[in-house]
């Protein structure tokens, strides 16, 4: 089993930055996909990106091209989600997930999650 700490939430104006972090332990990661995911005020959660722990190759959801990069640190074993110009829109519960399955896009995919970190955007 997979456990996933986020961390790197807060309180910032639009255009500004944040970095968030998902701490992974549990077991070996070859294979998996860690995914990020943010769910809104009375929305449902939605994809926002993507990396293959094995590849490093990178997924991102339309809305957040050119804006966030996705990374992993095999060393630290943790995943970074960088977000830069930042709008209200981005504001929500961000969390981590990780799983194996091939259509990253979709939260079916993932069998281990984290608890949230709150990113609030103030236009």
């Known amino acids: 089993q997979v456990q996933l700490v986020e961390s790197g939430g807060g309180s910032v104006q639009a255009g500004d930055s944040l970095r968030l972090s998902c701490a992974v332990s549990g077991r070996t990661l070859h294979g998996y996909v860690m995914g990020w995911f943010r769910q809104g005020p009375g929305e449902a959660r939605e994809f926002v990106a993507a990396?293959?722990?094995?590849?490093?190759?990178?997924f991102f959801a339309d809305s957040v091209k050119g804006r966030f990069t996705i990374s992993r640190d095999s060393a630290k074993n943790t995943v970074y989600l960088q977000m830069n110009s930042l709008k209200a829109a981005d504001t929500g519960l961000y969390y981590c997930a990780a799983g194996r399955d091939s259509n990253v896009p979709n939260p079916r995919g993932y069998s281990s999650w984290g608890l949230g970190t709150r990113v609030t955007v103030s236009s």
């Open positions: 990396v293959f722990w094995t590849g490093g190759n990178t």
